[in-house]
């Protein structure tokens, strides 16, 4: 009986799930450290570790790199906190129309953003020309740190703005009218009352945006020029035009891994000695703006929201110019669309293809771990939660290169096929979506599952035809926003795709480096447009009009 109890079906299971994790994750791990103390004599060496710190050239992409993801941090912080808590205190006209906006904001890939700011602000902007010709003033260079700061900060305060409007709506009514009562109100009550409470949110986000800054290398590629910052370093090495070196590309990831695993730890210190629970017994009641404030915080809102979606409405308007080549011609057609869909025909089924089989496996693999997570919490289980959080803090790109290293030879060759780009969206985008199910399934009840064992249904049955029907609002609520993080991934499938696994996203970053822009916007316009209705998806099968994370 004891054996039959310690191998049921579920142990199967989580032994083939941490085996799977084993597989395509520890291992490709260990496969990048091996060879980042691999030496140019085959032996080992920490030569390339010494060269990246030694060396000028590459140690001041470090600094780069701190430079652009901190300031990002805190101007995502300065402006998104403050937005959610006009947001969601008081009656902002249009709100429902603002939060769509701020989530396609956040969902487009980042260097989608930054060639759109490139058409309006670069040397031949479309402003930059307007007001030259206007004023004689030469606008400030978009190159460089501003213009990856510019682009990031207003890709990142959406995920600032989702995750404090998640913690308002955990705040006690109550909490705000005794403080009133005490004669603290306005920006007293904004610094005193709610940012206290929000800490511990404010600082998951804060890690959040730091990561996703830190890992972006698409934005500094098109407009960073000659500011040169970590990510583009390990893409360089690992894929440039004019030489590679694998070794000193592994040293480098190794360098980013360690950095960020140090990140998310000090965040995880600070939120622990913030920690503590809210639960809205009278959630907060939005009032109705008057007078100045009412007018600032109206304009506030509608500029922040305007400028951040400005480069999606003139890609969107980009995208019905003529076009020749790299040149645009006057007047309006479909011709982007007609040309950019035969030269990438295969990027629009390829991206459902490839991203509806990560999908599935997501979901399916993450009902599985919440439920031994919550139910069945043993030193394995506990094991597989924690390496499951590893690609949290670990840089797309260097999951790319990971796998590569690991599946380029045999006896398991992965590369360049449709299996591999799976497996690095399932590795890159289970954390999330393992937290919501967590969440989840720690509210339904275990005497409900309990009752159905004492009904005679065993264990799994019990799961699958219970457990997982309650679940399934939560279920398909973080399958559509898992789907939208799917379909834009740029900076593993960059690594990982070949001619015959293009997505859309890869396809557009091909056109933009091309020059072909006029296509490249028509793609980004079918691409935002999936993004639009897997919103409104989740909108109507959540059954509410406002998103949190």
Known sequence: MARKKLFDGWTVVYLAIFAAYALFLIYPMFTILQN????????????????????????ETLLHSFNVTICTTVLSLIIGVPLAYFYNLYEIKGKSVIQV??????????????????????????????????????????YGFNGILLVLTLQLYPLVFLYVSGALKNIDHSLLEASENLGCTGIRRFFKVIIPLCMPTILAAALLVFMRAFADFGTPLLIGEGY?????????????????????????????????????????????RFAFTMNALHPIERKKPKGLSGFFMHFYTYVVVGLAFLPQIYIVYQSFQNTSGKLFKPGYSLSSYKTALQRMGDAIPNTFIIGGLALVAVVFIAILISYFVVRRSNVITQAIDTISMLPYIIPGSVVGIALVMAFNKKPVILTGTVGIMVIALCIRRLPYTIRSSVATLQQ??????????????????????????????GIISGAILSWVTIITELSTAIILYNSKTITLTLAVYTFVTRGNYGYAA????????????????????????????
């Open 522 to 549: 028509a793609l980004a316009t079918v691409l935002t447009a999936f993004t639009m209705i897997s919103l409104l998806i989740f909108m109507k099968f959540s059954k509410s009009k406002e998103i949190t994370f």
């Open 101 to 142: 906006l701020i989530i396609l904001c956040s969902m487009s890939a980042p260097f989608i953003g930054a060639y759109a700011w490139i058409q309006l602000l670069g040397r031949s902007g479309i402003v930059t020309r307007f007001i030259q010709d206007l004023t004689g003033i030469t606008m400030p260079n978009i």
């Open 36 to 59: 980042s103390v691999v030496g140019e004599n085959g032996g080992f060496s920490l030569e390339w570790f010494a060269k990246f710190f030694s060396t000028k050239y590459y140690s």
């Open 228 to 272: 040169r910052v970590f990510p583009v370093e390990i893409y360089t090495q690992f894929l440039g035009e004019t030489g590679t070196n694998y070794n000193f590309a592994a040293a480098i990831s190794v360098i980013a891994i360690i950095i960020t695993a140090f990140i998310f730890l000090i965040q995880k210190l600070l939120s622990s």
């Open 444 to 473: 339904i009840p275990l005497t409900t599952e309990e009752a159905a064992i004492s009904l005679g249904a065993s264990k799994m049955k019990t799961f699958f035809q219970i457990t997982v029907p309650m679940m399934s609002n």
